[in-house]
């Protein structure tokens, strides 16, 4: 028989590790956590900017191609406020490239031009985002690079890198312990938005923040 | 001479509490961070492969949160410091091995992706906090769930 000193001691062990293990999945599922910083050339804007953008992203989604737009013109407009960061998110069951296409990319930034060949994926998404999984790897990435001047063997070369897929797993395990199911999902300030629709509406909080940064 | 009651037990209290705030603090950052994460530093080490380190990596910070908070509190602190200095010791070897072999660790994994120290820095933490824990586990406090369920 546990004595009663034992027992009362078991129901408090109990319900701390009851209550520590419900905090910490609360936290997670309402992103408490801090979110981890995406490598220096798919962040654009100041460091301190005020208002913080991350958005998981598929370059084969065509939602994302069109939120890609929406931010572009957001960090036209309020340029020192804003600051975005792009985590990859390839949905592999519908997009059977788009985890190559998100390493590519990766790699094209090493290089320097994680931009502009994201905006060359975006832009021929129909084109290589439609092509079978049995059909082989799509010629458009070789073009993109081919188009942007880049050395396409070391881009082969670094897709192939067991750090670079690394990276891309990291980013999708992030994704899903703060509960991403679709493309593209943003945190802005931590407040989460899928959607360009639902993105312009939570940009639209920070609307004080946003324009007094960008005041000369 | 010897420690004066009251000292040995404030000893134990404070030991205590630096091993299990750093227990809580360290299974917090990584329950709180993707589980690969701490994978990709437990396989560093070169001790288990790819799927056993992400096992570890679901399982280990779950065990160090609440072995901090449990000896936080002071519940079962004479089992829980025991339990605190196992697994210091194990963190010590799997370093000490990883030291010897030259291994490039460049994060050790001890608190998710924050940055760490060299592997001789965290090595000879390590130490410091394996000797608080033999003084947790040697310095009954009265300050402890442990007292007060003795005085019920």
């Not at chain 1, 994704?175 to 629709?197: C, D, I, M």
């Not at chain 2, 990596?57 to 000896?71: F, H, K, N």
């Not at chain 2, 079962?76 to 091995?97: H, I, K």
Request: proline share 4%.
């Amino acid at each position: 028989m546990i004595d009663q000193k034992k027992a009362r001691l078991l129901a408090l062990a109990g319900m701390i590790i009851f209550v520590s293990t419900i905090a910490v999945l609360l936290a997670r599922q309402f992103n408490f956590v801090p979110e981890r910083p995406s490598p220096e050339f798919r962040t654009f804007g100041p460091a301190g900017a005020p208002v913080q953008i991350y958005e998981y992203t598929d370059f084969a989604c065509p939602a994302c191609r069109h939120a890609a737009g929406k931010l572009d013109e957001m960090v036209k407009v309020f340029g020192q406020g804003l600051r975005v960061s792009f985590k990859h998110y390839p949905l592999l069951n519908i997009h059977p490239w788009s985890l190559h296409a998100a390493a590519y990319a990766d790699c094209a930034g090493a290089q320097g031009k994680f931009k502009e060949y994201a905006a060359l994926l975006f832009e021929g998404q129909e084109s290589w985002g439609a092509a079978r999984a049995e059909g082989g790897e799509p010629k458009d990435f070789a073009a993109y690079a081919g188009k942007l001047g880049l050395d396409w063997g070391k881009m082969q070369a670094c897709s192939n890198d067991p750090e670079t897929l690394k990276i891309l797993k990291l980013d999708i395990a992030e994704a899903e312990l703060k509960g991403v199911n679709a493309t593209p999902t943003f945190f802005v300030n931590g407040k989460r938005a899928v959607g360009s629709g639902q993105l312009i509406d939570q940009a639209q909080k920070f609307d004080n923040l946003l324009r007094k940064a960008a005041k000369p | 001479m010897s420690a004066k009651p009251e000292t040995k037990e404030l000893i134990g209290l404070l030991s205590r509490l630096a091993v299990a705030g750093v227990f809580a603090y360290a299974g917090l950052m990584k329950a709180l961070a993707p589980a690969e994460e701490f994978a990709y530093a437990i396989e560093s080490y070169k001790v288990l492969n790819a799927q056993l380190s992400l096992y570890a990596a679901y399982v280990t910070p779950w065990i160090e949160l609440w072995a901090g908070l449990l000896l936080a509190a002071g519940v079962f602190t004479r089992a829980n410091a025991l339990f605190a200095g196992a697994m210091l010791l194990f963190f010590e070897v799997m370093l000490g091995q990883a030291w010897l072999r030259g291994l490039p660790i460049t994060s050790c994994g001890c608190f998710g992706s924050g940055g760490s120290n060299s592997i001789g820095v965290e090595f000879a933490q390590n130490l410091v906090f394996l000797a608080l824990a033999w003084a947790a586990y040697k310095f009954k406090s009265r300050w402890s769930a442990d007292s007060y369920a003795e005085t019920l």
